[in-house]
Each structure stands twice: as structure tokens, then as C-alpha cells.
């Protein structure tokens, strides 16, 4: 599969796809509370994409993947299955990552919740991490190798002490759901793809407080840390332009 250059048209399309996603984001905010299911979550979220976006899911049945979101809480570190048996706590953070299509295209956007107050500790981890891919989105100019962005988001969490994890990337998005580039988090050697206009990518790093290590539970999906630390993730979707890149998953806050 080619990297797939977006014509301004796609674009205004996928701009529009990327304000749904990140609307779900925001409007599931206030139910992340103690005491609420992660199927929950995904019951709320798929009623609101369905019914007041007349959009479609992208994760639900997506290699039978059987959530409309993924919930990865605490030492999950991605692809969490909403389930009833995993209540919310106080002191947990959880990741909602959600992806939609809607007008042929995808978007994908992900984000920490805090349930209640969390430690420290937690908390310096979702900083750490959301603004790892702030830097990254920062440096995003048309014409810069790819790789330059995963080696300075490497350099950034290693200096505050966390591990990123290698094993999974962002993704170019579009029509498809996971397109080429693959989008390392981690220094890696260079493939040659510079950015270029019109590229739509998403930049979704996950950082450790323990080591990098992760492993996915016989459910095929849920992906945990060796080690059982806390993970962070947070996603964007971005479109590079002439003079840098657009946030097309932006939420108001
Ligand atoms: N949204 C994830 C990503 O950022 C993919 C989830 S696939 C699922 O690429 F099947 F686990 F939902
Ligand atoms: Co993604
Ligand atoms: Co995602």
C-alpha cells in the first residue's frame, strides 16, 4: 500500500470526521467517574456516534475487536475491551481511544482520564505523555524525515525517567483505517519518508513508568505492561499542510 496524499476535498472531509471524534472525547468526560463500567463508557459512546452522528465505529468488529471504544486502564497500555466486570475506581486513569469513519474517511483520537484524584505519580505520566506528542506535533514541517519525530519523543520520555513502548505505532489514516507510513514513537532507522502536504498521520505515543516491556492477555487483544507500572497514551490525528500540520482531532479545552 502507497502513502496516500489527501486532495484538499478529502481534507475538509476528514476535518469534519476529526471534530466528531474528538466531540466523543469531550462528551464522555463527565461519566468517567467511580463506579462506572467500561461498558458503560462504550455503551454511551456508541449511542452517541450512532444516534447523534450518524457515524460508524471504526474498532467494532474491526479484526472482532467487540468494543466501539477501547478502555485501557491503569497497566493496560492499549486495546482494552470495555467490559462490565471493570469498574472505575478512585485513583485509576484510563485511556479512551476512539476511532470513527464517517463520510468515507477515519479519524482517531485517544486521551487520559483521570478517575477522581490520581497520584502524583499518575499524573506526571499523562503530562509526560501528552506532551511528548505536543512536541512531536510541533516539529512536523513538510519536507522533514518521519524518523526525526519517534527520536525526539524517545529522547524526550527517557529523559524524564519513563519508557516508550516500541511495539506499537501511529499509523497514516484515511480511507483505511491504518495506512502506510507506520509512525515509530522510537528512533529507529531511517525508511527515507519525508512529510509531505496532504499526508494524514496519526502520532500516538504510549510511555511506561516501568520498563518498555509489554505483553497482550489470552483475550487477543488487551495489551499490559511486563512489569504491571502505569501506562499513558494519548492520540491525534494530523494533517501536514505547506508550513507545518493541523490538528484535525483538536478539542476546545
Ligand atoms: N484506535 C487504535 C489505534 O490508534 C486501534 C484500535 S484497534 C482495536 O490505531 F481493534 F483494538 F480497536
Ligand atoms: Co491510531
Ligand atoms: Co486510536
Redesign the pocket.
Known amino acids: 500500500m502507497p502513502i496516500f496524499i489527501k486532495t484538499s476535498s478529502d481534507i475538509r472531509k476528514m476535518r469534519l470526521v476529526g471534530k466528531c471524534v474528538a466531540n466523543v472525547l469531550a462528551m464522555i468526560e463527565c461519566y468517567v467517574q467511580p463506579g462506572i463500567s467500561t461498558a458503560e463508557l462504550d455503551r454511551i459512546c456508541s449511542d452517541y456516534i450512532i444516534n447523534k452522528q450518524s457515524a460508524v465505529s471504526a474498532t467494532l468488529g474491526y479484526r472482532g475487536f467487540p468494543g466501539s471504544i477501547c478502555t485501557s486502564v491503569n497497566e493496560v497500555v492499549c486495546h482494552g475491551i470495555p467490559s462490565s466486570k471493570t469498574i472505575l475506581n478512585e485513583g485509576d486513569i484510563v485511556n479512551i481511544d476512539v ?1 470513527i469513519i464517517k463520510y468515507g474517511f477515519y479519524a ?1 483520537t485517544s486521551k487520559m482520564f483521570f478517575v477522581g484524584t490520581v497520584s502524583p505519580l499518575a499524573q506526571r505520566l499523562c503530562k509526560v505523555t501528552q506532551d511528548s506528542l505536543y512536541l512531536a506535533i510541533s516539529m512536523v514541517k513538510p519536507g522533514m524525515r518521519l524518523r526525526l519525530l519517534g527520536k525526539a519523543i524517545q529522547e524526550f520520555v527517557e529523559k524524564q525517567e519513563f519508557s516508550i513502548v516500541k511495539e506499537y505505532c ?2 497514516g ?1 484515511g480511507r483505511n483505517f491504518h495506512e502506510e507510513p507506520h509512525v515509530f514513537h522510537h528512533d529507529t532507522d531511517d525508511n527515507g519518508v519525508r512529510l509531505t502536504p496532504g499526508m494524514v498521520l ?1 502520532i ?1 505515543p504510549m510511555v511506561n513508568i516501568g520498563n518498555s516491556h509489554t505483553y497482550t492477555l489470552s483475550d487477543g487483544w488487551t495489551v499490559k505492561t511486563k512489569d504491571h507500572s502505569l501506562s499513558a497514551q494519548y ?1 491525534h490525528t494530523i494533517v501536514i499542510t505547506n508550513t507545518g500540520c493541523e490538528i484535525i482531532t483538536a478539542r476546545s479545552e
Open positions: 476511532a482517531d501511529g499509523h489514516i496519526t500516538e492520540e
